[in-house]
């Protein structure tokens, strides 16, 4: 059964300040997406991982996946305050006709 | 495109009725995913289908709760009798998984927001 555990659950930083969300998985799968999450709202795409060492940066944020550790992780780039939601990371459940398994989600919050 | 619709946005209900959520996927997708989101629980997959099939209903609580897909631009998640332990976020998602190596990215509707008094 494929496991996917996002650490830390709960981020608490300070605006300017870098940080990494790290993103295990417990299965062979060579897809990874990230996801964020709003208060009171959908969750949103960010980035889709399709490869080994595949890398894909948008402002402040940028993804990596390495599918020989099973890791992706999401780096936050002198953080500010709009950066506050929840991420969550994603794994396709191989051959389940594109079912993902989704992480807890991180819970970041930017403080000035 | 309009992105994946859902209705209603907002629920309220009494204990015991029946509620009906609908959504429509994207145009073309052929899988569809419910979702249910709470504080305690997180994020948690009820049921998903493909080309109108359902594959897997595992994650369905209880026989209180059904879901179909009668076309490829529909699908309901209907709750009968509903309980106040239903009160959630409903989401609905599609996804085109299309050729292999190809992306299974997960398009999110805005959501239901269910109240069970």
């Known amino acids: 059964e494929l496991k996917v555990e996002q650490n830390p659950l709960f981020l608490s930083m300070q605006e300017g300040k870098n940080y990494t969300i790290y993103c295990n998985y417990s299965t062979t799968s060579d897809r990874l997406y990230w996801y964020r999450q709003d208060p009171g709202k959908s969750l949103e795409s960010l980035f889709v991982?399709?490869?080994?060492?595949a890398v894909k940066q948008e402002g402040r944020l940028m993804a990596s996946l390495d599918t020989k550790a099973r890791l992706s992780t999401l780096h936050i780039t002198a953080a500010v305050h709009d950066l506050s939601a929840t991420y969550f990371c994603a794994v396709d459940n191989q051959g389940s006709q594109g079912n993902l398994i989704f992480g807890k989600g991180t819970k970041l919050s930017v403080k000035p | 495109d309009a992105g994946v619709i859902q209705s209603p946005r907002h629920e309220v209900t009494e204990m015991g009725q029946e509620v009906t959520l609908r959504c429509k996927p994207i145009s073309g997708h052929n899988s569809l995913f419910w979702y249910r989101q709470t504080m305690m629980r997180g994020l948690e997959l009820l049921i998903y289908f493909n080309n109108n099939v359902p594959i897997d209903d595992s994650g369905m609580p209880e026989d209180r709760f059904s879901a179909k897909m009668p076309n490829a631009s529909f699908s309901t998640l209907k709750i009968q009798p509903s309980e106040p332990r239903d009160s959630a976020v409903y989401f609905c998602?599609?996804?085109?998984?299309?050729?292999?190596?190809?992306?299974?990215?997960?398009?999110f509707g805005p959501g239901t927001r269910l109240t069970v008094t």
């Open positions: 998602a599609s996804s085109f998984p299309g050729l292999a190596g190809s992306s299974y990215e997960q398009y």
């Open positions: 991982l399709l490869s080994n060492g």
